[in-house]
């Protein structure tokens, strides 16, 4: 069983890190699926882009998704109609219809070999209370033309008391297809940068990127950093919070019936697809979902979903293990577009919910039309400063009232000094004779490895996560390995290594 995305099969080019400073009418951040199709479009139009990377191009969120290309984001078109009504749920429909068509339009045109697949999807539900929830969806639906059907079960051995289906969806190899993109961008002599950490914006008329070793002055910056590097009102601290997803690949006994699957249902949020490699068919099965550094839990997610997959799905062992966070709004819309009223060449793109491949398509179409035509049909739809009394609020105040929890039980719960009885493969916290809080992990060869815990970012304490071996924040999602080194998140600086 490998402990890697089944996509990171495929290598993608490497590309040096940035060191003198540069110029370029467009830098992007970040270099995961919305970087890249940014990049992509802009050189398309004839722009000189930068595009930079803190890590490997496409090596985080989008690198370990699942690749469902679908515009059922969830039971999400009743709510919306509910929260602003069916002209604002039309919007993000038709948003999202166009960023498919796009995407259809690339791979077909260009013939991209990346596995592309056209599928129905579905939404099913176990839970008495959730059937009123999808049928109302199926009516959203109705409302805003979309073909769905209500029927009462998905052809798998899982209880399932009712699933909508919505056609001619689809899904893909992601990184096949972002290969394509990234060769194209070198052919249209974009400059891209890996190792290259952005640790500051300097606002302007010509905004400044400061990098470690360099500077990138350009006439307009997009932030496609995941969670906003930028964010100087922290906006996004409290605005968002990371969802954490585990998925597992494997082949199984009975062929794939095809489709593509997710449970509405809070209680482990199962989602399905499939994709064939080298002749053989892996399922794709995700879920467990839960707030980044809090799986409440004694038992590992992985072990959840295999011992699920192996009673109901017929699975062989796991060949591939993995998992990924994505940043969940108030609003179930995306932030995207101007970062500020009073510096509008900066934007940004964020919090797509777990639905990032149409997402990064209508942020990459949105932040371009904002740069060559200065307005977009969809700009105040997904506004950045935006506000709703409902429902923004009462998240508002569920993120705000969470984070304030994990800062001071974090500060408060360790008072352990020893580390006698921690075997190899665990960690724990403890206080040192300063009263701090130190995390400290033994690996295989009994060597310790200790960390300050505080997070970098805004200073909560991390928690330790036992199934992939790494410090996670509970608070904004920054995640460290057992030397502090950052792995993702928001978070600029390493944590603080301590001596054992
Ligand atoms: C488990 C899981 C399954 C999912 N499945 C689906 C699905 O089936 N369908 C779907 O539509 N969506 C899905 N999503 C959502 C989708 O994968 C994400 O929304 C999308 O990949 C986000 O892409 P991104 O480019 O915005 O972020 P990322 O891929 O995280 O890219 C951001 C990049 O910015 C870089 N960066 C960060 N900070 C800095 C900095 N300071 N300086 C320079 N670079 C920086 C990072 O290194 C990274 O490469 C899923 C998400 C999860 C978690």
């Known amino acids: 069983m490998k402990k890697q995305s089944i996509w990171q099969e495929i290598s993608m080019s490497t590309f040096p890190r940035l060191s003198e400073s540069k110029q370029s009418e467009v830098a992007v951040i970040g270099a995961g699926i919305t970087g890249i199709t940014t990049a992509y479009l802009l050189a398309k139009q004839g722009l000189q882009v930068i595009l930079i990377d803190r890590d490997k191009l496409a090596g985080k969120t989008t690198g370990h998704t699942t690749a469902k290309i679908t515009i059922q984001h ?7 109609i509910q929260d602003f009504g069916v002209e604002t749920a039309s919007q993000y429909k038709d948003s999202q219809l166009e960023a498919f068509a796009s995407i259809c339009d690339i791979i077909q045109t260009n013939q991209i070999q990346c596995s592309f697949r056209e599928e129905d999807s579905f939404l099913f539900t176990d839970t008495t209370e959730n059937v009123p929830k999808l049928e109302k969806e199926y009516e959203a ?4 033309g979309l073909d769905g059907e209500l029927l009462p079960s998905i ?5 399932v008391l009712q699933a909508l289906k919505l056609r001619k969806q689809a899904n893909f190899h992601p990184i096949a297809y972002l290969n394509y ?10 400059e891209i940068y890996e190792n290259t950490l952005a640790i500051d914006i300097e606002e302007g008329e010509n905004p400044v990127i400061q990098t470690a070793d360099g500077r990138v002055t350009c006439q307009h910056a997009v932030i ?9 009102l922290k906006m996004f601290s409290i605005k968002t919070y990371p969802s954490r997803s585990y998925v597992t690949a494997f082949e199984s006994q009975q062929p794939y019936p095809g489709g593509m699957y997710l449970s509405i249902d809070d209680e482990m949020k199962l989602s399905l697809r499939s994709i064939t490699v080298d002749n053989k068919e892996y399922w794709l099965f995700g879920g467990e979902s839960y707030k980044t550094g809090q ?9 959840e979903l ?8 017929q699975a062989k062992e796991p060949a591939y293990q993995w998992s990924a966070q994505d940043y969940i709004p108030p609003d179930h819309i995306p932030y995207i577009g101007r970062a500020k009223e009073d510096y509008p060449n900066i934007y940004l ?15 990459a179409k949105l932040i371009t039309d904002l740069i060559l035509k200065h307005d977009s049909p969809y700009e105040d739809l997904y506004k950045p400063n935006r506000f709703h009394a409902n429902p923004d609020l009462k998240q508002l105040t569920k993120n705000g009232a969470n984070v304030a929890k994990e800062f001071i039980q974090g500060k408060i719960q360790v008072n352990d000094e020893s580390i006698d009885d921690l075997k190899p493969g665990q960690a724990k916290k403890i206080r040192d004779d300063n009263g701090q809080i130190i995390g400290v992990y033994r690996d295989d060869q009994h060597q310790l490895h200790g960390v300050d815990t505080t997070c970098t970012h805004l200073g909560c304490e991390v928690n330790w996560n036992q199934s992939e071996t790494c410090w996670d924040c509970p608070c904004h999602g920054s995640r460290y390995d057992i030397d502090g080194n950052v792995l993702e998140g928001p978070a600029i600086r390493n944590l603080t290594k301590k001596e054992m």
Not at 74 to 80: T, V
Not at 181 to 190: D, P, R, S
Not at 349 to 363: L, Q
């Open 74 to 80: 969830g039971d999400i078109y009743h709510k919306l």
């Open 141 to 144: 639906y109705q409302q805003l």
């Open 155 to 159: 052809p798998f051995d899982i209880p």
């Open 181 to 190: 993109l990234i060769e194209q961008l070198k052919a249209m002599n974009v």
């Open 224 to 232: 496609a950093t995941h969670f906003p590097m930028y964010d100087p």
């Open 295 to 303: 799986y409440a839990k004694e038992t590992s997610p992985y072990d």
């Open 306 to 313: 295999t011992k699920y997959a192996m009673d109901h799905l």
């Open 349 to 363: 793109a964020t919090a797509f919910r777990k639905w990032g491949m149409t997402n990064s398509m209508v942020a």
